[in-house]
């Protein structure tokens, strides 16, 4: 039989290694000189780590230009040390009082605890920040595009089942634990709305200390679920979730089993058509599909690849998804799309063909990745729009400025990944005039944007 690892004594100290931070360490004292990317605060302070003493860049979450803080190193992150906020000393007239009682405990937001024109400039200032690493300093950026309170149509919420009840929110800053949210003001308020019944309902149905996902959008015609459970749900259970969609008017609810692939998800109710609308035409999303996470920020991308697209011929749509673009470019000439996304793609063929423009809507399920639109197939388009995941579209970026389409447009949802595509494009002869910043993650680091190329 194999022998147990032996435990270490309590009293034993934990060993000191170069560069690593000890558990509770001694707190520091330090200034706050900026927020970062991540939307922490970062200031300068000798920290000890092993048993060197460095000056190093400290990361101190919920802080703010030109406060003074204690904190607590927690971890040496490579580029910086870690530290937990312990007690503010001195603080920034910008501090306002956040309008949410889970903020410092649910890790959504980042940043409810700036006021509003700080945080907004410092939101642009990231696009810019970007820009000015691969020597784009001079490009124009526009005023930002805001999101509104309460205007979130989309959420991925988790759930478990413990002894003291179930809890469903999100997760914790880096960490596992669940925050049980009660109320979100970034939340459309019809999400918002049925938070508490799901809670309810898993509370009554999830097995001990079993996990459950609830992944939320706003459709057109109402609330769109999916639930991804333990286990699949048995016929009783399939019942009572159908009552559940009944009861709280949702236009589809449906399943998954943990673990299993999309493929696998099936419809626990339709009570009417799960639809939203692009172009004038309705698309049925499957189950979790992706959508842009407001109407507002939809409808500023929108009508920026509207702008650009006009007097243009033959379009082309990359990463399209459901065809948040394609349809509406539709309108104005043929447009091609492809995406990897074969659930999406379907959708999309579905809605152009029932609306009867299938000759002027061409789809294509592709790896953009591996397989970008290059040489023969780009001869003849006068419009390219992509818009990647936040890895970037490097590849296509490379193929497109080897090419003589005269207009590309960027959609982003990572100005690093952009800034990095951009050089690309204007070192193959391309001009960035100006770029529009769009905040659709309220008070969350995260920044979007357009940028039209030119030739």
């Known amino acids: 039989m194999a022998r147990s690892p032996r435990r270490r004594r309590s009293g034993r100290p934990t060993p000191m290694r170069k560069g690593h931070v000890q558990a509770n360490a001694d707190p520091i004292e330090l200034t706050i000189d900026l927020v970062g990317g991540r939307g922490d605060g970062v200031g300068h302070a000798e920290v000890k780590l092993g048993w060197e003493t460095q000056r190093r860049s400290v990361f101190v979450p919920y802080t703010l230009p030109g406060e003074r803080v204690r904190a607590r190193p927690e971890a040496d992150r490579g580029e910086g040390v870690f530290a937990s906020p312990m007690e503010l000393l001195e603080v920034s007239p910008d501090r306002v009082e956040p309008p949410c009682p889970h903020f410092m405990t649910c890790g959504g937001c980042a940043l409810q605890h700036w006021a509003d024109d700080p945080y907004a400039a410092w939101k642009a200032e990231q696009v810019r920040g970007h820009l000015r690493r691969v020597g784009l300093g001079e490009v124009e950026v ?73 992944l939320l959008a706003l459709l057109d015609t109402g609330v769109d679920a999916l639930l991804v459970l333990p286990d699949h749900p048995d016929l009783a259970a399939r019942e009572a979730w159908a009552a559940l969609a009944e009861s709280l008017d949702l236009a589809r609810l449906s399943v998954r089993r943990a673990g299993e692939g999309h493929d696998r998800t099936e419809p626990l109710a339709a009570r009417r058509a799960a639809t939203v609308r692009f172009g004038g035409i309705d698309v049925t999303p499957p189950a979790g599909g992706f959508l842009q996470a407001t109407r507002s920020g939809e409808a500023a991308i929108r009508d920026a690849v509207a702008a650009a697209a006009e007097g243009a011929g033959r379009r082309i749509d990359l990463f399209s998804g459901l065809g948040t673009l394609a349809l509406p470019l539709a309108a104005g000439g043929p447009v091609v799309a492809a995406d990897g996304d074969a659930r999406a793609i379907a959708a999309l063929r579905a809605a152009a063909d029932a609306a009867g423009i299938g000759d002027r809507l061409a789809t294509e399920v592709r790896d953009l990745f591996a397989r970008p639109f290059e040489g023969a197939e780009l001869v003849g388009v006068e419009l390219a729009v992509f818009d990647p995941p936040r890895a970037g579209a490097k590849a296509q970026a490379e193929a497109l400025a080897a090419s003589t389409v005269p207009t590309v447009v960027a959609v982003s949802c990572n100005p690093a990944t952009f800034a990095r595509d951009a050089r690309i494009l204007i070192d193959g002869g391309y001009r960035l005039d100006r770029v529009l910043p769009i905040d659709q993650f309220l008070w969350s680091p995260h920044i979007e944007l357009v940028a039209v190329l030119r030739r």
């Open 142 to 214: 526009a005023g930002t595009v805001r999101a509104q309170p309460g205007t979130r149509r989309r959420a991925d919420l988790s759930a478990r089942r413990l002894t003291t009840g179930t809890v469903m929110g999100f997760h914790e800053r880096q960490g596992n634990r669940i925050v049980d949210v009660a109320e979100c003001p970034v939340l459309e308020p019809a999400l918002q709305a049925v938070l508490p019944a799901f809670r309810s309902a898993l509370e009554q149905r999830l097995p001990g200390a079993a996990s459950a996902d609830l």
